[in-house]
């Protein structure tokens, strides 16, 4: 079965903190790995994806295989970073069917 | 703005009726997807389709049904509507099941 797993539903950090967004999966197969971010009222949106392996206003994340995680890292937390962040995970090698985590609210304390 | 639309953005019913949500892919893509998403059981995929067939599913309800359209545009019906139904649904799309998916505003469903 594919899942992910999100176990923080609230994670508060102070400004200039490190942050570290957990994501763990479970897929059989060759996983693709996203996350996604929501802003206060704005839509959901792709912030990164582990096959580009590039960083996105200063966030990163690397693909654990032995540790089947997604771990979402940031060195220095902003307060423009609060929102809502999801990971997803998708198969690759056709059309496959995408499943999000439940999602964690990071809050950034100034 | 991403480019997806989706209409209605509130919808407001009773148990029992029918109501479809519609949604307008971003220019070029070929892929829509639909998603539920409540407060307890936060964002579920429901159904994929690319370029007027059916690609993928997910947990969707055998009330619940989709379709896209030969403009690539998608619909989501909900039948015998419950009170559990009540959430928002957002569509995104994407050029193919490989590209990042841009979501719509969403609709948000009441049932009462």
């Known amino acids: 079965a594919q899942r992910v797993t999100q176990p923080e539903k609230l994670l508060s950090v102070f400004k200039g903190a490190p942050v570290e967004l957990k994501c763990n999966y479970s897929?059989?197969?060759?996983?693709?790995l996203f996350w996604y971010v929501q802003y206060s009222r704005q839509r959901l949106q792709l912030l990164l994806r582990?096959?580009s392996r590039e960083s996105i206003k200063g966030f990163t994340a690397d693909l654990n295989k032995g540790e089947t995680s997604f771990h979402l890292k940031k060195p220095f937390a902003q307060e423009e970073d609060s929102a809502m962040y999801y990971c997803?995970?998708?198969?690759?090698?056709?059309?496959?069917?995408?499943?999000f985590g439940t999602g964690t609210k990071l809050q950034v304390i100034p | 703005d991403s480019g997806v639309t989706q209409t209605p953005k509130h919808l407001i019913t009773a148990t029992g009726q029918r109501v479809t949500l519609r949604c307008s892919p971003r220019?070029?893509?070929?892929?829509v997807y639909w998603y539920q998403q409540s407060l307890d059981q936060g964002l579920q995929f429901l159904i994929q389709?690319?370029?007027?067939?059916?690609?993928a599913k997910g947990n969707i309800l055998e009330r619940f049904s989709a379709q896209q359209f030969p403009d690539l545009h998608s619909e989501l019906n909900l039948s015998s509507l419950e009170l559990g139904d009540s959430a928002l649904y957002f569509c995104?799309?994407?050029?193919?099941?490989?590209?990042?998916?841009?979501f719509g505003p969403g609709t948000r469903l009441t049932v009462l």
């Open positions: 995104a799309s994407s050029q193919s099941s490989y590209n990042e998916q841009f």
């Open positions: 897929y059989s197969g060759s996983p693709e």
């Open positions: 582990h096959i």
């Open positions: 997803a995970l998708g198969g690759s090698g056709g059309y496959q069917k995408v499943t």
């Open positions: 220019s070029g893509d070929l892929s």
């Open positions: 389709y690319y370029n007027g067939e059916e690609r």
